[in-house]
Structure formats: structure tokens, C-alpha cells
């Protein structure tokens, strides 16, 4: 059998101290910072400026409380360590796992909300950066920081944290797929944004969580977890998808490099023959996109897409998607999958070994630039 390869974890996650917030942010928004209230049936919950996160609305307390229940009970040893970057690690070595590209968890809501005041917005990134940076640096060849920029209230100041973060050696930051205050990640306004992670090398990760205070496809019609989970994480990242591609963001920045992840790969076969189906009857139409390649061509050139390692005829969606396109990414210690079994299930799907060590190693060393 051949020798496994180091695997590198594209979608791993922390656990933020509750009081982080606070500490770690701008003095001059201090008494703004998320922080945890106590809730009518007696629980903690972070809330910023008036608004829970995650909203009751698209996650339920009864779900919440088996969320925790779950990770309680699968994760003991590295609950009871508070999830500390000690804990982190050795988690990793249970799973077998080389590096992990850490994003949040509280910290895919608290900025989240679509009329926060733009200060705010990216004062809660600036201190969740600084806080994930000193995390990392426990063991900074095995934690990898990816800078949180969810805050796309002002564009200017993503960009400028952006820079910064580059700047403290962060080779990816991630953005979420909804509209912040009605602009899609395709708007002209993020185009600086864009310009300036191309030309510093930084990787964009595209990372969706149900249950934030913009819209959200599901959420305007179903009330339940079961539904507006279901819908939200592949459905925002295709329209994610289709925004970069229609406005031509692709097109312009050849060199940008952009990943889809925690939405599974199943859909991405079929969206891109749609999109590229409607590109060859557009063509040409006054008002239609005038891109001179097809939307797959963009997609297989610089994008990327995580897996789930049980996704019925991955193999085959391997072989369509493209062995060098596909990202294996564990979740952890979040409770939707079990650790290290995420890890377990990967290798034990039938791929060629070149194409597991791909997805293993090689295409998250190309994504994030290592």
C-alpha cells in the first residue's frame, strides 16, 4: 500500500472563549462587543448589539441544546480543555491530521447581521483575527489562521483588514456567500477587495452557517433546522458561485483562488452544465454577461470545493469535478460530523491513490498557498 500522505484539513474550526470578544477588541467598542446574555430558559447565548446568534428563528434552543449535547458526548476530553489550542492539537494527532485552516464558529454570526454598524462590524474581525493569530502561534506549523471577514459592511475597511492580516503572514481569509446590506460577493464595490487578495496571494474560502441576521435562501420560508440547514449551505453557495462567474470577478482576476466548502460537492456537477448551458444561449444579448469562457471553464481553472467523505458516488463525482479540484475538510469539533471518523470515512472511499492524495494533500496545499 502506498505510504498515506500528511493530510491537510481545509475546514477545520475553533471554539472562541465567549469572553474573547471583549477582550480582544478596540477599546473604543468595548461595551459593544458580542457578549453572552441569559435567555428565558436559563441558558448563555452570545448576542451583538440585541440580535442572538445564531438566530432562534433558523436554529431552535431545543436544537442548540442537542448540538451541545452531541459534542458533550463525542468530544469529552477536548470539551472538558475548553477547546484550547493545547486540545486542538491533540486532536489532530488522533485523526492523523498534518495541519488544519481553522475558521470560526460564534464568529460566523456576531458580524453577521446585515444593518450593524459598519465600525462594529469590523472591529468584531479585527479582534476575532488578532485572537485566532496569538491561537495559532501554540503551534503554527500545525494551526493555520484564517482571517475572518465576514464584516463586508464597508468595503474599504475588508479591504484594509485584509491587508493587515496578510501582513501577520494569514494566507486565507474567508467571506461569507450571502448579500451584506443588498450587494452580492459579484458586486463592483468588492473589487478592490478582490484586487488586493490576488495580488498578495490570499485565499478566499466561501463558508455559509444558517442561522445569521442576512438573508438567507430558506430562510424567508422555512422555520425549522431540518429545512433552513438543509437549503442554506449548498444553495448560498451556488448563487455565491454564480455571482462571482456573472459579474466577472473570475474573468478579471485569473489569479484569485477561491474555495466552496461545507456545502458537500454533489451539486456542483449539475450547476455547472446550467450555468454553462444558459452562458451559450446568452451570448451575445444586450444586458446578458459578456464572458468570453464558459462558467466551468472559470470555476475548474481557479476554484476549489470540499467533500463529505459519505457522499453517495464520490468517486464518481471525483472523476467529473475533477481530482485536483476536490478538498477534504473535517468540520471538527463541530457536532454534524464525528472526530476522527470524518477522517476514517475519507480513507476509506475507493479513489485512486493519486487522486486520494490530492484531496488528502495537494489540492489544500495549492488553495491556500503552502
Not at 482571517?147 to 501577520?168: I, N, Q, S, T, Y
Not at 468588492?190 to 442576512?214: D, F, M, N, T
Request: with cysteine.
Amino acid at each position: 500500500m502506498a505510504q498515506r500522505p500528511p493530510i491537510i484539513d481545509a475546514d477545520g474550526h475553533v471554539m472562541e472563549p465567549p469572553d474573547m470578544w471583549r477582550r480582544f477588541i478596540d477599546p473604543a467598542f468595548r461595551d459593544r462587543a458580542p457578549g453572552l446574555v441569559q435567555t428565558p430558559d436559563g441558558r448563555a447565548r452570545l448576542v451583538t448589539e440585541g440580535r442572538l446568534s445564531p438566530r432562534d428563528d433558523a436554529i431552535s434552543a431545543a436544537m442548540l441544546a442537542r448540538f451541545a449535547a452531541d459534542t458533550r458526548k463525542r468530544l469529552p476530553a477536548y470539551h472538558a480543555a475548553g477547546y484550547s489550542a493545547e486540545s486542538q492539537v491533540r486532536a489532530l494527532d488522533a485523526g492523523g491530521v498534518a495541519i488544519s485552516f481553522l475558521y470560526p464558529t460564534q464568529g460566523l454570526y456576531v458580524a453577521a447581521v446585515d444593518d450593524l454598524d459598519p465600525a462594529l462590524a469590523i472591529a468584531i474581525c479585527r479582534a476575532y483575527n488578532d485572537w485566532l493569530l496569538e491561537f495559532c502561534a501554540h503551534a503554527p506549523d500545525r494551526l493555520r489562521p484564517v482571517g475572518m471577514l465576514v464584516a463586508l459592511h464597508d468595503p474599504r475597511a475588508a479591504v484594509d483588514e485584509a491587508a493587515r492580516v496578510a501582513e501577520r503572514g494569514v494566507r486565507a481569509i474567508f467571506v461569507r456567500p450571502n448579500p451584506v446590506r443588498g450587494r452580492t460577493l459579484g458586486d463592483p464595490a468588492y473589487e478592490p477587495l478582490w484586487a488586493e487578495c490576488e495580488r498578495r496571494g490570499v485565499a478566499v474560502g466561501i463558508h455559509e452557517g444558517v442561522g445569521a441576521h442576512l438573508p438567507t435562501v430558506g430562510g424567508d420560508r422555512f422555520r425549522t433546522f431540518f429545512a433552513t440547514h438543509t437549503a442554506s449551505h449548498p444553495m448560498e453557495q451556488m448563487l455565491a458561485m454564480l455571482s462571482l462567474v456573472e459579474r466577472g470577478v473570475l474573468e478579471r482576476h485569473p489569479r484569485l483562488r477561491v474555495a466552496f466548502l461545507e456545502s458537500g460537492c454533489g451539486w456542483l456537477p449539475y450547476w455547472l452544465w446550467r450555468m454553462d448551458e444558459h452562458w451559450e444561449k446568452t451570448r451575445g444579448v444586450e444586458g446578458e454577461p459578456d464572458l468570453p469562457l464558459p462558467p466551468s471553464t472559470y470555476v475548474r481553472r481557479q476554484c476549489w470545493i470540499s467533500c463529505e467523505p459519505d457522499e453517495p458516488g464520490l468517486p464518481e463525482l471525483v472523476r467529473v469535478i475533477g481530482e485536483d479540484r476536490v478538498l477534504f475538510a473535517s468540520d471538527y469539533p463541530h457536532p454534524d460530523h464525528e472526530w476522527p471518523k470524518t477522517v476514517e470515512t475519507m480513507l476509506a472511499v475507493e479513489l485512486p491513490e493519486a487522486a486520494r492524495r490530492k484531496i488528502l494533500h495537494d489540492n489544500a496545499a495549492a488553495f491556500y498557498g503552502v
